[in-house]
């Protein structure tokens, strides 16, 4: 894995998740991995990505935030994961933004 650490959030509720990990992307230089997932039965989970040390303070700003809006089922930071955790994580790149038309 190119990054040195992953962090996941999972709340109950998608609404809590986007704040949090709109708190977790501005606390810290850290990428989303992947989309936003819904699990089920109201789960949903976010990936984050980075250094050890910016992955655990966004994971901390977002938990906090995801918090204060509803629950939060886990946050977990795990620094330098084995390469098989790729498979288990969803990384896709983000879509190119789309060039302005000339009218």
Do not use: W
Not at 5 to 17: I, K, P, Y
Not at 20 to 37: C, F, H, I, Y
Not at 69 to 75: H, I, N, P, R
């Amino acid at each position: 894995m190119g990054k040195q650490a992953v962090g996941l959030l999972e709340t109950r509720g998608l609404c809590c998740l986007v704040s949090g990990v709109d708190a977790a992307l501005k606390a810290a230089s850290v990428e989303l991995t992947g989309p936003m997932r819904s699990i089920g039965s109201g789960l949903c989970n976010a990936v984050v990505t980075g250094d050890v040390a910016a992955v655990k303070a966004a994971i901390d700003a977002g938990a906090d935030t995801a918090a204060s809006l509803g629950e939060v089922v886990t946050a977990h930071v795990i620094a330098r994961p084995d390469e098989a955790v790729d498979k288990v994580i969803v990384s896709k790149k983000p879509a190119p933004k789309a060039s302005p038309k000339a009218k």
